[in-house]
Structures are given as C-alpha cells and as structure tokens.
C-alpha cells in the first residue's frame, strides 16, 4: 500500500518556466483552462489515477507566490512545492530531491510531466505505470508521425525522410527514482531537453516505449489553449 510516508511512486511536475513563448504576462501553467488553471488539471488527473502517489510540483519563487494565491483563492489543495532552477534539467533535479528526502525508494518508478500538458488521461498514466512494472528503467510514451518529413543538412538543403523510422515522445517520462538520479549525476546532465535523451546519453539501454496520447497537447501558445478548451468540451460530453 502506497502512504504519504512510506511512497511507493512519486511524481515530478515540472512547471518552472516563464512561459515566454505563450506570449502573456501570466505564464502558461497558470493560465485559466476551462475555469481552473492549468496545472490543477495535471495534478487532478494523477490524483485521480494514483491517489496514493507523493506529488512534487516544481515552481520558480514568482511562481510559487502566484500559486499559493491561486489555491487560497479557488480552495485547491496544493502538493508538496520545491523551487526550481535555471533549466529543466535543474528542476527535475529539485523534484527527484524532494522525493529522496519524502522517503522514496530507489527502485520505485517516478513519472515527470510537463505542467503545460493540461489533458493527460488516467489511462495514459496506467499504461506507463504497468510498463514500469515489467522491469524496465524507463517507459516513454510515444506517437507515429502523421506528416512526411525532411532532414536539414548544414548548407540549407534538405533530405527526405521515411516518417516510419521516427516517433514523438510525450509525458509524462517514467523512470527508477535511482537511474534517473544517477543520469543527473553528470557534470553535462542539465543540458537536455527532455528525461527520455537524458537517460539514454547516460547509458541506460532497458528503456521502453508506451502508446502515447493524441490529445496530450503542451500548451505553448494562445491557439493550444483554445484547442485543449474545445478537447476537454468534448471529453465532458462524453461523459
């Protein structure tokens, strides 16, 4: 049985970021997505999905000022906090810490999600879990490209691509809270874009990829926000 005091799986949302690219003065995580910000989403669909999981949510200082009014103001109860860094990679650092010191094992998997992917599904978060649960070091879940591809070379020209050879890859990343500690054990660990690459640059080969998501969309600018309104209008018509 999984306890606040004795975690058997943990989870990193990685919400630190200004936001530039949204191109507002409130960052993307906070923005309103169907009257709650975007971040109560994330963190409600692993709630729902493990709710016995130990949840770290990674803000900046701003932004966990401009949380801690959110939750006062709506009643959302907050997960534990850290405080971010300059990069990613120094973000995830500060979550994977706050689980060590809650007691998390280094065998236990740990699921990091992008706090701008608002419509992640509890079926999603299952099928990466149970992944997990074969022994892997890792499950990523991925996507087929839809539209034909080219590859840029260095003088501007371009190359043909068979889409068949490559996938996206979403989150949330699971890993083994000890492989991926160790990944960000190297003096070049913070320089990635994503866990996946991190991971795979630090040796570990035992790394699987799940089914991913369609409507699992990264909220970057202000037409994201309008697709993932009209997805969730959707999802609760369904219901």
Request: glycine share 10%.
């Amino acid at each position: 049985m999984v306890s606040e005091q004795n975690p058997q799986i943990g989870i990193v949302v990685v919400a630190a970021g200004s936001g530039t690219r949204y191109g507002d003065t409130l960052p993307k995580q906070f923005v309103s997505l169907c009257g709650q910000p975007v971040l109560c989403h994330c963190i409600e669909a692993f709630r729902a999905a493990l709710p016995e999981a130990h949840i770290v949510l990674v803000l900046s200082e701003d932004g966990r000022r401009l949380w801690t009014d959110l939750c006062k103001a709506s009643g959302f109860e907050s997960p534990e906090l850290a405080i971010g860094g300059a990069s990613r990679g120094e973000s995830v650092k500060a979550g994977l810490d706050a689980l060590t010191r809650a007691g998390l094992a280094g065998e236990a998997p740990v699921l990091i999600h992008d706090g701008a992917r608002p419509l992640l599904s509890q079926e999603l978060i299952m099928r990466i879990v149970e992944a997990m649960t074969q022994g892997a070091d890792g499950a990523v879940p991925s996507l087929d490209m839809s539209d034909s591809m080219v590859e840029l070379d260095d003088k501007g020209g371009f190359t043909p691509v068979s889409r068949t050879r490559f996938r996206t890859v979403q989150t949330p990343q699971a890993f083994r809270l000890g492989a991926i500690l160790d990944a960000y054990s190297g003096d070049s660990s913070f320089g990635f874009t994503d866990d996946l690459s991190l991971m795979r640059a630090a040796g570990f080969d035992n790394l699987v990829l799940v089914e991913g998501q369609r409507d699992n969309i990264k909220i970057t600018h202000p037409s994201d926000l309008a697709t993932a309104t009209a997805l969730l209008a959707q999802r609760k018509a369904k219901q």
